[in-house]
């Protein structure tokens, strides 16, 4: 029987959750859902110990002999061609600097070379897997951005990420481009949330969460969500508009509240001539695990692979 099965792997700042997805029906099989907490100041070892351990088990749920390869979600910076770990100066993951963990998971794993190990940047993932089977799913051009620690965003063609030429920013993402005092990714994450709320209160924010609960009750707190929402569209207008971008995907923690920012967006993007469509993911954490699990597809591995230098 063909294998229909490949296993998305999302990497977050101190986490793995993997699942076997199906590539036919574009749907994540849950029961083989395995996640742990990792140690993202632990040494190489200790960590591809645990993402290996966590993989494990996901291939064990789904029967390894049903699986065709890996896909990778990862945060850079990382060389997405050769697999190997390019993070430096940043309190997570430093230890893995150099490493090459598309070997190291498949000696650890005791892979077979039939079985290929592949990554994709963690912000294209998730705009993939909105395209490939999300609310992008029905646009040719689309735009997703995570709002959340940081912000993520990529430009997705007919499914591929955009991330060179004239129609997309450089290294096709917002989050460097210079904005007001600093760049995109300083304003529009839960730093900006956390410093205006001080700003506004002296007191300090613990989320945007706890901050959207009280905004929801206090109309000044909630003028930082409308504040929020129109910078984000005034920002984002000039490229969705020279991208075409049809939709604009919204996930992330921010994005769930987007009941206190969307208003206030959508409002931006009409002054702007912005047509736009923003729209906040269902699938939520599972897109970066379907966008890197269709990796494993052999139509869209061709389309794709050229552009992971560019990532």
């Known amino acids: 029987m063909k294998k229909q099965y490949s296993i998305g792997i999302d990497i977050g700042g101190s986490h793995i959750t993997c699942a076997a997805v199906d590539l036919a029906d ?10 742990r907490e990792v140690d993202n100041k632990g040494s190489a070892e200790e960590i591809i110990t645990g993402w290996s351990e966590t993989i494990t088990k996901t291939l064990e749920k789904a029967g390894r002999e049903n699986i065709k390869g890996i896909g990778f979600a990862m945060p850079g910076p990382f060389d997405y061609v050769n697999g190997i770990c390019l993070i430096k100066g940043v309190p997570k993951y430093e230890k893995l600097y150099g490493t090459n963990i598309g070997e190291a998971i498949a000696r650890s794993l005791d892979l077979s070379e039939s079985m290929p190990v592949r990554f994709m940047n ?6 993939v897997g909105e395209a490939w ?24 063609a007919d499914k591929v990420p955009v991330v060179k030429g ?7 993402c917002v989050y460097h481009i210079s904005y007001r005092d ?8 839960t730093r900006w949330f956390t410093n205006r709320y001080k700003d506004l209160t002296g007191k300090e924010g613990s989320g945007v969460k706890v901050i959207a609960d009280e905004a929801r009750d206090d ?5 930082l969500f ?22 604009l995907v919204m996930g992330g923690n921010i994005s769930r509240a987007y009941d206190l920012f969307g208003p206030a967006m959508e409002d931006e993007l009409k002054k702007q001539n912005c047509d736009t469509v923003p729209l906040v993911s269902e699938l939520k954490e599972d897109a970066a695990l379907l966008g890197s699990a269709y990796l494993l597809d052999a139509s869209f591995w061709s389309s794709v692979r050229g552009s992971l230098q560019y990532m």
């Open 26 to 35: 574009r749907k994540i099989l849950r029961e083989t859902i395995s996640e």
């Open 122 to 127: 963690d912000a294209s993932s998730f705009a």
């Open 133 to 156: 089977a999300g609310k992008a799913a029905e646009s040719s051009r689309s735009m997703a951005i995570t709002l959340g620690t940081g912000l993520g965003s990529a430009f997705i």
């Open 166 to 172: 004239n129609i997309v920013p450089e290294l096709g």
């Open 182 to 189: 600093g760049i995109a990714d300083d304003y529009f994450s």
């Open 219 to 223: 109309d000044n707190i909630l003028n």
């Open 226 to 247: 409308i504040e929020f929402g129109s910078s984000l569209a005034a920002f984002l207008s000039p490229y969705l508009n020279r991208f075409g971008a049809e939709v």
